[in-house]
């Protein structure tokens, strides 16, 4: 137990579906992330936020849209996904954003997305 | 090619052996870290090594740093079958703002009983 709950653990979509996937960290922390997880791929940053405030987007495309309501949560909604979204999506949270020389990061167990 | 990358890609050993796995990185850091994912599962983090320190150890864990040589190693002592995971290297680079870490493709590790 990290601290860190996604759920769903598991999600089949079609391509026309929306769906979302939400992440809650009861640690306190003030930065969560989504991180992408494809076969034979290494992980692959998507979004930071730092207290509620989008502060990295790496060229994710718009089907996926994040949001975070507060510090505690932050949600990924899907629409009009790809077979190749297919990955397992990560949340994290770590202490802070803004500290440079530290930084260890807390995974949730992950949603296990299957796009059809 | 990437930020960090470990050798082996999989690594099979016996219960009780030791594993070692390296993870070589290009740019300047100001931090490496482990992590461990089990199948399916969520990364756990192992141990953070500071680009001033040079070896870090955590229970049967033991990291090194070299960079100069801009490498470092992970070493599992007297493994046992519940180690058998994928391990990442993830840096945290100096010119990067923010808690921004890189991650390798990971170590498979297969340790049999």
């Known amino acids: 137990e990290t601290g860190v709950t996604q759920t769903p653990r598991h999600l089949v979509m079609g391509m026309t579906n929306k769906k979302s996937l939400k992440c809650e960290q009861h640690?306190?922390?003030?930065?969560m992330y989504w991180y992408k997880q494809s076969a034979k791929k290494p992980l692959e940053l998507m979004f930071v936020?730092?207290?509620?405030?989008?502060?990295e987007n790496n060229s994710v495309p718009s089907r996926f849209s994040p949001e975070c309501p507060n510090s505690s949560h932050l949600f990924l909604h899907l629409h009009t996904l790809q077979p190749e979204d297919s990955a397992l999506y990560l949340c994290?949270?770590?202490?802070?954003?803004?500290?440079?020389?530290?930084?260890?990061?807390?995974f949730g167990e992950g949603s296990r997305l299957t796009v059809l | 090619s990437q930020q960090g990358e470990e050798d082996p890609q999989a690594l099979s050993i016996q219960e009780g052996e030791n594993a070692t796995m390296n993870c070589s990185y290009k740019?300047?850091?100001?931090?490496l870290q482990w992590y461990r994912q089990n199948s399916g599962r969520g990364l756990v983090h192992l141990i953070l090594?500071?680009?001033?320190?040079r070896e870090k150890h955590s229970g049967r864990l033991r990291v090194t740093l070299d960079t100069s040589k801009k490498s470092s190693s992970l070493l599992i002592t007297a493994s046992r079958a519940a180690d058998t995971a994928s391990y990442f290297c993830?840096?945290?680079?100096?010119?990067?703002?923010?808690?921004?870490?890189?991650f390798g493709g990971g170590t498979r590790v297969l340790v049999k009983p």
């Open positions: 993830a840096t945290a680079l100096r010119i990067t703002a923010g808690n921004k870490l890189t």
């Open positions: 640690l306190g922390h003030n930065a």
């Open positions: 740019t300047s850091i100001n931090n």
């Open positions: 994290a949270s770590s202490q802070d954003w803004d500290r440079g020389n530290t930084g260890e990061l807390f």
């Open positions: 936020y730092s207290l509620e405030e989008r502060v």
């Open positions: 090594i500071r680009s001033n320190e």
